[in-house]
DNA sequence: GTCAGTTACCCAACATTGGGGTATTCGTTC
DNA sequence: GAACGAATACCCCAATGTTGGGTAACTGAC
């Protein structure tokens, strides 16, 4: 039945790619191209017709948009796709900014008939499609630095910071005095070298301290 | 060879499913379990004897440590062991712990043979196992929220004030009045409903505004 | 017994922030 | 053309935070 099949649209510059794209997801039961554009404006253009399922998005494309920026697009006007990029590169901060814009799966150009399937049907079942090196690389995102220089009680206040209390606020939650905290902040400042509160709870995040 | 099999630590409570663990690791010609413990007290003890490349950790144990900060200080310890986190749930906050804690898998206690030692083999590559449905909840994890009530300037300056700028600096950046920066900031923290900076970029943080 | 960590206090000048306003300009949308 | 959101800009004032020095006692781990 073609009407239970997922709707796929694809999103590739190369020709060739892309209708190597098209034959593979065809050759599926379970999946049928909708359509393929050379350009995320295109694709963005006839979301409402298309009503994709699932969108292979190239990041790299010519012209005015990439596909970070249009996934961010087409999840806002068409939320229920599920992206999976396509690219030649595993680059760490393109794969996070890719996934910051809503994609859910991750695969390479170079994926062969059976790869490029699999992560369909992945992304069918709920999963998130993506190599062995990304999965990695977002799990090993999560950890939070063993190597904090910061000790559990500035941790402990480092913490109250980021929910926004004041030296005063820490102090009576912690039971210590106003000063302590001081003293503690000011510890923190120097071991983080930041000078306020706002910089050493992004340096936090960044250095995953808390 | 012996000396050339991935050498594999069990902490597990439940003896039943412990020894069924070794029995199906053990049967595999790339891994051979080191020991087997009920609690992270003994294996953390023995870590120094047992020189683990992978650890399976069971998250629900008895007594004074939990899988979670066992994890920590097994990585603190013996920082080259990889570490699956073994649990009957999948629940989201648990997981993340877990993924914080350290660990670079995560499998369900349901896991048959032939799960089980393939999140040996997928870890053993680098890689990091876990079921569909919770690589789905960390690649959400990553998703900026598409209907963040802030505008792009908003945005933008919620962005430097998690680098620490102050009202001048961002005014400077921005090429904006110092009363401009103000004012936005203002609407931030009404928008959001906090306060001071250092809570606008926890709130930020947790629901993914920048 | 030493050392790191936590606690606590002092002073004082200076900068920043938060909370309350008001108001103009510029597009877009209706 | 009116209405609206967004961005811009200004005013005042009290409260809070930061800088930049310090000193010192207690505790628990190694």
Known sequence: MSENKKRVLIVEDDKEIRNSF?????????????NGYS???EAI???????PDIVLMDIELPGGMNGI???????????????????VYEDSDLVFEALKSGASGY???SANYRELLSALEEISKGGAPMSSKIARMVIDNFHVNPNSPLTKRETEILQLISEGKTYTQISEQLFISKETSKTHIKNIYAKLQVNCKSEAIAKANSEKLI
């Open 45 to 51: 253009k006839h979301l409402n017709a298309d009503k």
């Open 69 to 87: 920026k249009g996934a961010k697009i087409i999840k806002d006007k068409w939320p229920t796709a599920d992206i999976i990029m396509v690219t």
């Open 107 to 109: 695969i390479t150009k």
């Open 39 to 41: 350009s995320c404006e």
């Open 22 to 34: 098209v034959v593979i997801v065809n050759s599926s039961s379970q999946f049928n191209v909708v």
